[in-house]
């Protein structure tokens, strides 16, 4: 398999392709604990912020993203209780 920046061979050695990606993705973008490739990802703000790790700059209001969905998350419970 071809080897990643700063990538251990003896660690990536008994891991499958999918495990090695996400290690890689966990490491650019620690503060959102990314742990899989599905439910991770439906509000958008990984992919947000793997764009900003990966390019700064390149999306300067993702954490305005984040904020502005944890208050649709909280307005969409709020409908629900009625």
């Not at 966990?26 to 990966?54: H, M, Q």
């Amino acid at each position: 398999m071809p080897m990643w920046e700063d990538e251990d061979p003896a660690a990536s050695k008994d891991q499958t392709p999918k495990q090695r990606l996400l290690d890689w993705i966990r490491s650019k973008i620690p503060e959102k604990n990314i742990t899989n490739f599905t439910s991770d990802w439906n509000d958008g703000t990984a992919i947000a912020a793997l764009v900003d790790a990966l390019g700064p700059g390149l999306n300067p209001n993702f954490e305005s993203l984040s904020e502005l969905i944890r208050r649709v998350d909280l307005q969409s419970d709020v409908i629900e209780l009625n």
